[in-house]
């Protein structure tokens, strides 16, 4: 088995930033697997945010690039998010995933408001 714990989540103002950070344990594959960001707004589908290989492409849905980066530090077994110039449509829950598995975080609260 594979656990996923995300931390970093909060309460920001709209133009804030935030790292959220996604520590795997368990199973040895974090260094073998792809890395997943979801977010999951109020009333809304579950979307993937952004990717990262493990040789460390990566890939944005439209509506983050050039705010957010998805990073990863194989040694430490986990993959982080910072978010920049934070805007309130980005408020939702966001899930830490084993890409192509079903390996997920519990989530993490990003709630941004003034």
């Known amino acids: 088995q594979v656990q996923l714990v995300e931390s970093g989540g909060g309460l920001v103002q709209p133009g804030g930033s935030l790292r959220l950070s996604c520590v795997a344990s368990?199973?040895?594959?974090?260094?073998?697997?792809?890395m997943a960001w979801y977010r999951q707004g109020p009333g809304k589908q579950r979307e993937l945010v952004a990717t990262?290989?493990?040789?460390?492409?990566?890939n944005y849905t439209n509506t983050v690039k050039d705010r957010f980066t998805i990073s990863r530090d194989n040694a430490k077994n986990t993959v982080y998010l910072r978010m920049n110039s934070l805007k309130p449509e980005d408020t939702a829950v966001y899930y830490c995933?084993?890409?192509?598995?079903?390996?997920w975080g519990q989530g993490t609260q990003v709630t941004v408001s003034s």
């Open positions: 995933n084993v890409w192509h598995t079903n390996y």
């Open positions: 368990g199973r040895s594959i974090f260094s073998h697997y792809a």
């Open positions: 990262i290989r493990v040789g460390g492409t990566t």
